[in-house]
Nanobody
Framework: QVQLVESGGGLAQPGGSLRLSCAAS????????MSWARQAPGKGLEWVSGIYSDGTDTYYSDSVKGRFTISRDNAKNTVYLQMNSLKPEDTAQYYCAKATAPSLNYSPYDYWGQGTQVTVSS
């Protein structure tokens, strides 16, 4: 069955960095776009970043553009989110999600991971 397992979360200081990983299994990873989303305490789910199946196209929300970088290694069935210049408002549970197509255009998500907590605080 499809599994998405996030890791790499933790506590970081403002201005610091963290790298999240999402290990995928149970499907042909290289055939599907992937995204990261987050949910801060008391707030709704926010899409953060997405990447096409072949890694050629990447997209970011305005809130993280220029600070976060999404990438994928199709040989390792893993998608990453490098987070730099972290801010307290980046504190959230971060989830990876599998799209239903190779691109992100009008592609809903059918599987989500369990999430990894990121806390940015001094």
């Amino acid at each position: 069955q499809v599994q998405l397992v996030e890791s790499g979360g933790g506590l970081a200081q403002p201005g610091g960095s963290l790298r999240l990983s999402c290990a995928a299994s149970g499907f042909t990873f290289s055939s599907y776009a992937m995204s990261w989303a987050r949910q801060a305490p008391g707030k709704g789910l926010e899409w953060v970043s997405g990447i096409y199946s072949d890694g050629t196209d990447t997209y970011y929300s305005d809130s993280v553009k220029g600070r976060f970088t999404i990438s994928r290694d199709n040989a390792k069935n893993t998608v990453y989110l490098q987070m730099n210049s972290l801010k307290p408002e980046d504190t959230a549970q971060y989830y990876c999600a599998k799209a239903t197509a190779p691109s992100l255009n009008y592609s809903p998500y059918d599987y989500w991971g369990q999430g990894t907590q990121v806390t940015v605080s001094s």
